[in-house]
């Protein structure tokens, strides 16, 4: 099995879903090959990577911003930008975007569920008793 830069280098920075994260961790792992590929990306990168496809990368720059995940969750954009987000966070699965949207996600149901409201309320008003009592 072989394993191109771009997948090193997503693996590095760690935008490989799970599953090939633990492929290509194995395939390290057996592969001196491999282990040496990867520690020279790593040295090049201490040097100062900085072609396009480096700065691509760390910039996070093909994610989505906040309001068009926002907007993808809602199915507010074109057909053509959905597909790619959707591509981004299912087949790429880019964790920060990953992350962004559940973030996105909880904070507008949160507010409009009721069950959760006051659970979140009991909960404050049991843990009141283990504050310090004010003076
Ligand atoms: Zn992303």
Redesign the pocket.
Known sequence: MTISKPVLDAFIDD?LSEQETIRVEKAVRESPELQAQLSSIIASRDMGDHSIGAIWRRE?L???TREELLSYKDEALDPMRLDYIKF??ET?G????KA?LSDLIPSSNSNTDPAIMKKHLQFLENSKVLLPKRP
């Open positions: 935008h996070h093909s994610c989505p981004h966070l790429v880019c964790k920060a975007c962004n």
